[in-house]
T-cell receptor
Framework: NAGVIQTPRHKVTGKGQEATLWCEPI?????VFWYRQTIVQGLEFLTY????????DSGMPKERFSAQMPNQSHSTLKIQSTQPQDSAVYLC????????????FGSGTRLLVI | GDSVTQTEGLVTLTKGLPVMLNCTYQ??????LFWYVQHLNEAPKLLLK?????KRTEHQGFYATLHKSSSSFHLQKSSVQLSDSALYFC?????????????FGAGTQLIVIP
């Protein structure tokens, strides 16, 4: 079991460029969550999918951020026109899909916008 | 709305001493609480979970008891080790035991010194 795989581990992007972050959930897990971690805000919920369908995107900034789950083996988080305040560690977690107690986090993608 | 409060941002202790990290919460649902531990540059990992009032739950030497009367779920250990140095997050499910987002506290950095 390789766990939740996130790529890239580190990404540096220039202000105004696009960034796409990838998450591969644990095989057989039907729910995928995205969180953002910063020193100031801590861990903030962004969005989640269940059986590839978007369930709750209440934490997603309405502009520039989008997430997709085109198949059960990966999800993407896309940030358009990146800004310095988007710099954070973006964490993906997966769950078998029945209860909250089964979250497994990936190691995250550290995004730096310069 | 749902929220979690961790009052200590940083706790520094000498090896072998006991520790208690505070966690209080607010929710309109039946509470389901978690403690996650995150070592440097690693993924957050589930340490403890509970939804049962006044029942102690233990794992890896750490323990916590959910007290609904005081809305608390403090994390304790009787004798900290150097390897316990990490960031500790308390989290609350916003849907009880059902699948959904987690609300995280700001986190407590525990540093254990020789």
């Amino acid at each position: 079991n390789a766990g939740v795989i996130q790529t890239p581990r580190h990404k540096v992007t220039g202000k105004g460029q696009e960034a796409t972050l990838w998450c591969e959930p644990i095989s057989g897990h039907s729910a995928v969550f995205w969180y953002r971690q910063t020193i100031v805000q801590g861990l903030e919920f962004l969005t989640y999918f269940r059986n590839q369908a978007p369930i709750d995107d209440s934490g997603m900034p309405k502009e520039r951020f989008s997430a997709q789950m085109p198949n059960q083996s990966h999800s993407t988080l896309k940030i358009q026109s990146t800004q310095p305040q988007d710099s954070a560690v973006y964490l993906c977690a997966s769950s078998p899909g029945q209860t909250n107690s089964d979250y497994t986090f990936g190691s995250g993608t550290r995004l730096l916008v310069i | 709305g749902d929220s979690v409060t961790q009052t200590e941002g940083l706790v520094t202790l000498t090896k072998g001493l006991p520790v208690m990290l505070n966690c209080t919460y607010q929710t309109t649902y039946s509470p389901f609480l978690f403690w996650y531990v995150q070592h440097l540059n690693e993924a957050p990992k589930l340490l403890l979970k509970s939804s049962t009032d006044n029942k102690r739950t233990e794992h890896q030497g750490f323990y916590a008891t959910l007290h609904k009367s005081s809305s608390s779920f403090h994390l304790q250990k009787s004798s900290v080790q150097l390897s316990d140095s990490a960031l500790y997050f308390c989290a609350l499910s916003d849907r009880g035991s059902a699948l959904g987002r987690l609300h995280f506290g700001a986190g407590t950095q525990l540093i254990v010194i020789p």
